[in-house]
Each structure stands twice: as structure tokens, then as C-alpha cells.
């Protein structure tokens, strides 16, 4: 992480007991006065950072909503790309370069 200003919203599904299995249930979860540029999805379980595509982010007023966040029993988290360090999988490299994504 890096020290950017820039928000960070910590989150996780308390409804059971925590197990085992990483299946996820999409949540809505608003943020008054959060300001992200590029927000991502941080997965603190496997590391991975997802970007959160614009059409599941919409802003009213001081408040930002997402929409249908994956959320599971283990801390995950919403920040600006700016504020995490990370390294793209090779498989994701290999994708891009033939142009598939």
C-alpha cells in the first residue's frame, strides 16, 4: 500500500460462521464522501486486484455506490489502483499481449 489520501473501505460477510469455501454474494455497499478515480477490489485472501468496472459504480451527491461487490467471510477491500503495488500475472500479461483483453 502506498500512502495516497485516497480512501480505504475494509468489508467482509459477518452473516455465519467464517468456513472454509471462498464463495462470494454480490453486495451494494455505498460510501459517503469517497472519492475514487480508478477504484479496484482487493481480495485479501489471495492477493489478486480486480478493477471495478464504471457501469457497477455510480455517484450521488457525496456518496459513491458499488454494485453487486463480491463479498465473502474474509476481509476484502475498495481503494484507488493508485494506493496498491502490485504485479499482473503472467497470464494476464500473455492475454493482453495477444490482445484478449
Known amino acids: 500500500m502506498r500512502e495516497t489520501g485516497q480512501p480505504i473501505v ?23 464522501g469517497g472519492g475514487f478515480e480508478r477504484p ?12 471495478i468496472p464504471a457501469e457497477k459504480v455510480s455517484v450521488a451527491g457525496e456518496t459513491v455506490t458499488f454494485r453487486e461487490i463480491p463479498v465473502y ?18 497470464a494476464l500479461v500473455y492475454e493482453r499481449s495477444q490482445g484478449k483483453r
Open 73 to 90: 467471510d474474509a476481509p476484502a477491500f475498495i481503494t484507488d489502483k493508485g494506493a496498491v503495488t502490485y504485479e499482473e500475472s503472467a
Open 40 to 51: 479496484v477490489w482487493v481480495d485479501v485472501i489471495t492477493g489478486n486486484v480486480y478493477e
Open 10 to 32: 475494509v468489508f467482509w460477510d459477518k452473516s455465519g460462521v467464517p468456513g472454509n469455501a471462498n464463495d462470494t454474494v454480490p453486495a451494494t455497499i455505498k460510501i459517503k
